[in-house]
């Protein structure tokens, strides 16, 4: 069965960096996606970032310009780096891949990101 892992969470200041990670337990064969999703209290989940196995990649407006996904469809791992962060990007974080071969749609088990001063 596969399994997520991520790492890389924590507290940070406004204006600071953290760089999310996350791999699978198992090789994934025929990514189709990667990304990142969040929620904070009261919110719904929604998708921060997302790559394609072309290489495409669409970001959330709130995070334009400020965070950058990267995916290694072969390896299984995605990374979210997180530049300028500011209050309102506290949330869990959940990376997720979903692949046409199986048609599988697998999930993190969430990291905490909270900036705060």
């Known amino acids: 069965q596969v399994q997520l892992v991520e790492s890389g969470g924590g507290l940070v200041q406004p204006g600071g960096t953290l760089r999310l990670s996350c791999a699978a337990s198992t090789a994934i064969i025929g990514i189709h996606t990667m990304a990142w999703y969040r929620q904070a209290p009261a919110h719904e989940r929604e998708l921060v970032a997302q790559?394609?196995?072309?290489?495409?990649?669409t970001y959330a407006d709130s995070v334009k310009g400020r965070f950058t996904i990267s995916g290694d469809t072969a390896g299984g791992t995605v990374s979210l780096q997180m530049n300028s962060l500011k209050p309102e990007d506290t949330a869990v974080y959940y990376c997720?891949?979903?692949?046409?071969?199986?048609?599988?749609?697998?999930w993190g088990q969430g990291t905490q990101v909270t900036v705060s001063s």
């Open positions: 997720n891949i979903r692949d046409w071969y199986r048609g599988g749609d697998y």
């Open positions: 790559t394609w196995n072309d290489g495409t990649t």
